[in-house]
């Protein structure tokens, strides 16, 4: 999950001068707001700062962030005719500046704590797309999805390769292990998972698997409120699955299976909430996860605005001190 | 689910010269709106028109629908303290415009289709009264329940009077089932939703078995994203317990045991999409359901306003010839 964000005192001063894209866009402040939350917090990995959304504009889909609605894309895809349009594009050439942030986090981090890249997942960034922004209902994703199959199939292949190619370019550039975030994918049932999903999100790890600089690199699969589907997510790829809390982190790691890592799975709302109730809520996540191997713990999903810091600085020293024993 | 909506043309055309709380408090017009699908669509219940919110305005917690954003409430309850001013009110008096619809519609109805009333669940209005409107991640809800318990549980204890109140009021005036919609509570853990929100749904579930009227009406509990916690669901109460998309109709039942009923679960944006898919998706649930006795078909949430009418008429017709034999 994103760590950096606004419940950082140290991040909204930026903000005030910076927008969110300005923020992505430029290396330099890429990397200072990646590095924020490594000085505040013990954390045993760092996240590179980015969004979602940047490999959407060089795919000739332009978007902007608007105050208080998020993002908003320009002319959303709505037929199948303008998922044609969309056009592959080399990473390195366009979206250069975030591989430069990555070279210079890596510098910076020096190997004390490792770097995690990110990009999101074909339903996730094809549901900004065809929304144009963000949605409950995903009514225009899923109406092109049913009632145009082939469009919507070349559309993702392409949505694939563009993505293997930004996460590999990732790996070059230094990141020590990718996440595919498809957060926005426990919209979808299981045989609608396997139908429009799975063999897309699967081309993507084949690619990674494939690669010989990428395959080197661990993979994280993130999806919420995918409990029902964490056995199809399992089989589209990933070393570790993630799983937000609405499913018991030992039932989720069941249905995962016991062949893969597991991360999560804290309600990132209990981050709100007195000491007490953080620590209660982390004792029965570890407990659990009963010391198994491939535990990755985690919040369930991205930290909220309103967190207080000191919250989340206890949270890392409490877990650390209950499991290194 | 609700029936009625911006999918039906006599609909839109109602809206507009009226706004949606002009048709909740008009009878006449309630009456119409309800009977709208009825009139167009082979259903085998008609819904009561109505908004969830409706009983916010009583309790001293003053809203609007403001176009394209949903729900506002003027000043949200954000502290434990705002909690206390809610007042438990008379629904006979302060919600008598919608006992008095139930009344048209019955006699309008006349026995042809049994006629669903319905209110929102504990955790579902306090998200709109503490959040303000929609939510995505009910952050200000969590923080009030997990920062100040027991003002949360008195306020739910409350809020579940409320709704029982309504309830029965409802039934007294000629509903012949009962839904209890908590649409956000999927929100929630098992863990948290035993905590905080278990003890005031089955208080609304007793006081409706307790009540010499409500206790001959069938009640429906329905929520959305609740795969996880479908037992606890059950627990809480309902003869009937509903299920969204997300979780395969025969794992849910499994979840909810075979002495519940069922209802559900097509996704709606399945409608979206093309005849012979909507179909297929409709045999699927109808095949988990293996032809038990308990199962209500229906759709996992509510219809969706780009929803086309002939194909609800359709899966309607669809539904009838499968299962009629």
């Known amino acids: ?61 332009r978007f902007d962030f608007v105050e208080g609605e998020g993002p908003v894309v320009d002319e959303p895809l709505r037929h199948d005719a303008d998922l044609a349009r969309v056009r592959r594009f080399d990473p390195r050439d366009r979206l250069g500046y975030v591989l430069e942030a990555v070279r210079q986090i890596s510098r910076a981090l020096d190997g004390r704590v490792p770097l995690i890249g990110f990009a999101g997942a074909p339903f996730t960034l094809a549901s ?30 392409l949505l694939a390769d563009i993505i293997a190619d ?75 699955i993630g799983a937000d809390w609405r499913t018991p982190l030992d039932e989720a790691w069941a249905r995962i299976g016991s062949d893969r890592a597991i991360q999560g799975n804290l309600d990132p709302t209990v981050l709100l909430g007195p000491l007490d109730r953080i620590f209660a809520a982390t004792d029965d996540v570890l407990a659990r996860a009963s010391g198994r191997p491939g535990h990755i713990f985690n919040l369930g999903h991205g930290i909220l605005p309103s967190t207080p810091v000191e919250h989340v600085q206890a949270l890392a020293r409490y877990v650390h001190q209950k499991t290194r024993g």
């Open 1 to 61: 999950m994103r760590q950096a964000g606004r419940y950082m005192a140290e991040y909204r001063s930026l903000r005030e001068r910076y927008s969110l894209l300005d923020l992505c866009r430029t290396p330099d402040l890429a990397t200072e707001v990646t590095l924020q939350p490594i000085r505040r917090i013990d954390v045993d990995a760092a996240i590179l700062f980015s969004d979602l959304l940047l490999p959407l504009e060089p795919m000739g889909i």
């Open 128 to 157: 900004y797309a065809i929304e144009g922004g963000h949605s409950s209902s995903f009514a225009h994703t899923k109406a092109l999805m049913y009632g145009a199959p082939e469009a919507w199939h070349r559309f993702c292949d």
């Open 166 to 240: 930004y996460l590999i370019a990732q790996v070059e550039a230094g990141v020590d292990a990718v996440q595919v975030f498809d957060s926005w994918v426990g919209a979808l049932n299981a045989a609608d998972y396997r139908e429009f999903i799975l063999p897309h999100t699967r081309r993507i790890f084949s690619r990674l698997a494939d690669d010989p600089v990428a395959s080197r690199v661990p993979t994280i699969h993130f999806g919420v409120g995918t409990g029902a589907i964490l056995g199809e997510i399992r089989d589209a790829g990933g070393d570790v």
